[in-house]
């Protein structure tokens, strides 16, 4: 169904928020965590590092069934190649959702390590234990957190400037509380 208004609705307002919270402190931990010494410490950083991404794998479940099903406000208006490069981002940025945490997943199954979400939930291993696939994994891991670090970065300077040079309320579509 179409939203007969001009802004996305309270529930995608505040998936994409708290989305937005979870991926970047989950990825200033994953930097943060992957250069300390082996030690409690880096082991309690990394396990909420992982519990973070599963639970933005959970989030993004439920994120992509309500866009899914709840059409967005109509596009403001613009060229059509800046329509189809954000469609296109957006959809890119939606499978790295998935990605992100699915590579984290795998790797920490292949390297021998078991998620246990929140430390109560065991999750299963989705892959053998296989030291050069945890390893692949990780780079994969790794390669594409950046690369959804990089569509992020684009995504804020695409809907700054909508709403700094362009004034054209792209940004106030998702802006909470307005």
């Known amino acids: 169904m179409r939203t007969t208004s001009d802004r996305y609705t309270l529930p995608a307002i505040a998936l994409h928020w708290l989305l937005a919270l979870a991926l970047i402190g989950t990825f200033g931990v994953g930097l943060y965590a992957a250069d300390l010494q082996f030690s409690m410490t880096k082991l309690k950083l990394l396990n909420w590092h992982k519990w973070a991404g599963i639970t933005i794998l959970f989030l993004s479940v439920l994120r992509l069934v309500w866009r899914l099903t709840h059409r967005p406000p109509a596009d403001v208006p613009m060229p059509a190649w800046q329509a189809k490069v954000s469609h296109l ?60 670090a990089a569509l992020v970065v684009a995504h804020v300077a695409a809907a700054l400037k909508h709403h700094l040079i362009d004034k054209d309320g792209l940004l106030d579509r998702m802006r909470p509380g307005r």
């Open 89 to 148: 981002l957006h959809w890119l940025m939606y499978g790295l959702f998935f990605a992100i945490p699915l590579t984290g997943w795998a790797m920490s199954s292949a390297k021998g390590f078991p998620i246990v979400w929140f430390g109560v939930l065991p999750l299963p291993d989705w892959v053998p234990k296989d030291k050069a696939l945890g390893h692949q994994l990780e780079e994969l891991h790794e390669m594409v957190a950046w690369l959804l």
